[in-house]
């Protein structure tokens, strides 16, 4: 239900598609306004949902 709720979890959605994208949590975070904090919390429900997966 967070996902749908808070826009983090949509920002982050987003700005993975772009060709500056850089897996960085803190750049994340700069790049949509929010905290480092929220950052990790969204990128841990995007991935435990498979929404995200992670690369080598």
């Not at 826009?7 to 949509?32: K, M, V, Y």
């Not at 929010?34 to 997966?53: Q, Y």
Request: proline content about 4%; glycine content about 8%; hydrophobic content about 45%.
């Amino acid at each position: 239900m967070a996902i749908t709720s808070e826009p983090t979890h949509w920002r982050i959605l987003r700005l993975c598609r772009t060709s500056e994208f850089r897996p960085d949590c803190r750049w994340i975070a700069g790049q949509i306004g929010a905290s480092v904090d929220d950052v990790n919390l969204a990128l841990s429900r995007l991935l435990k949902l498979g929404f995200l997966e992670t690369g080598a």
